[in-house]
C-alpha cells in the first residue's frame, strides 16, 4: 500500500470529473487500499479518488475513531433524499478549515463495494453528510462552493499563504 498526495484548494485539479468505474478489479482495488491509508494517515474520515487526482468514481469513508468502520463506494448514487442538516464540515483538501453547510439529513445511496457487489445503504447523520461531500467531489465540487464568495475567497488567500510559506 501507498500514501498519496492529497490535492489543495485552489488546485485547479480537485475541479476534474471522475469518469464511473467499469469494472471493480485489482487496480481498483489497490486504489481502495491506498485512499484508505492516505486517509488514516491524513488523518480524516473521507477521502473521494479525485482527491488524489485519480478521476474514478471511487469514495472512501470511516467516521469511526478506531479506523473499525472502513467504508467504500464506488459509483456511488443517492436514490433517496430527505431532510436537511446543517452540519459543520471540514476537508482534507483544505485543511484547517471548518464551515457549517447544509445538507440532506437522511440518504439512501446505490453503489459497487469493494467485490464489485451492488449495495444500497440508508444513512443519517455524519455519515450521511460524508457520503453527500465526498460525492461532490467527484463532480469537482467542494463544501466551500456552499459559502459566499467573500468568504471563498477569503479561504483561497488562506491557503495560498499557507502553500507560499511551506514550500
Ligand atoms: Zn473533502
Redesign the pocket.
Known sequence: MSILTILQFPDPKLRQKAAPVVSVDDSIRTLVDDMFETMYSAPGI???AV?VNVLKRVIVIDISEDKSQPKCFINPEIVKRSGDEKMDEG????PGIYEPVSRAKEITVRYLDRDGNAQELAVDGLLAVCVQ??MD?LDGK??VDYLSEMKRNRIRKKMEKIRQHTM
Open positions: 473521507g477521502l473521494a482527491q476537508c482534507l483538501s483544505v461531500h465526498e467531489h467542494l463544501f
